[in-house]
């Protein structure tokens, strides 16, 4: 009899356990860890120090660490590289799993024969973060990231709440309460109208329409399939000089 409930519970995955776990551990702590350190900027500044600061956490260091106040430039730099090597496996990983779907070129979702990794999409997004900086300060990259970004985490937000109450027969690997999904596109929405209210730019126009440009891509490319002839010619050079191959549906 015990053999037959334990036969007859729901299958869950790895990911399907250890992901919510990560993510209930790591939010709260994370958030725990921002309000202590702004915490010990209050403690040890005063305001005229932290609105005259170009960078708080520096001027803190000085203040409190004295000759040792180079740790805190040590600890940026790291999570700088950590930032970047996570942003780095995960938009390639999302460029690998687009043209899976068919979204990107073919090449892309090729993953290299020995070390089974998505090699052409993270040369891929190497070559457009490169070329994306070149033109740019630091600033409005930062900026401009950030007001793009917020823009498709409410696209995609509005997207499962779409989901949810038009096809709530879906499977889905994890639920949540839906206020939270709505608390976060309430929260996308000002994130993006906030910068363009405050301080308006032609920038902003400029960023649109070059997302909106990607609709003169989709619906030929994708859509209506219409691919170039010398595509595959290409893609079959970019084989051979990548050692890439397609990938197998169980490879990540």
Not at 16 to 44: D, G
Not at 200 to 205: A, I, K, L, R, T
Not at 219 to 234: D, S
Request: charged share 10%.
């Amino acid at each position: 009899m015990d053999k037959l409930k334990v036969s007859r519970m729901p299958f869950k995955t790895q990911q399907q356990v250890t992901l919510p776990r990560a993510v209930m551990i790591a939010i709260p702590l994370v958030t725990c860890l921002y309000l202590l350190v702004n915490v010990s900027y209050f403690a040890a500044m005063t305001p005229a120090e932290l609105l005259s600061s170009g960078a708080v956490a520096v001027t803190w260091g000085n203040k409190v660490l004295g000759s040792w106040a180079w740790l805190i430039s040590l600890a940026v730099a790291m999570s700088t590289f950590g930032s970047a090597n996570g942003t780095f496996f995960s938009g390639g990983r999302m460029c690998y799993i687009a043209a899976r779907e068919g979204h990107m070129p073919d090449i892309l979702s090729m993953a290299h024969v020995r070390c089974f990794t998505p090699s052409p999409a993270l040369i891929f997004t190497s070559a457009m973060s490169l070329l994306m900086i070149i033109p740019g300060n630091f600033s409005s990259i930062v900026n401009f990231f950030s007001f793009v970004a917020w823009i498709f985490y409410g696209t995609t937000i509005a997207g499962l709440l779409y989901l949810k109450i038009k096809k709530p027969e879906l499977p889905r690997a994890y639920k949540v309460p839906i206020f939270m999904p709505i608390i976060m596109l309430i929260a996308s929405v000002y994130l993006v109208l906030a910068p363009i209210i405050d301080q308006p730019q032609m920038e902003f126009f400029y960023v649109i329409l070059f997302i909106l440009s990607g609709v003169i891509v989709y619906f030929p490319l994708v859509h209506f399939k219409c691919h170039p002839r010398f595509l595959p010619g290409v893609t079959l050079h970019l084989q051979l000089l990548l050692e890439v191959a397609p990938a197998a549906k169980n490879v990540n």
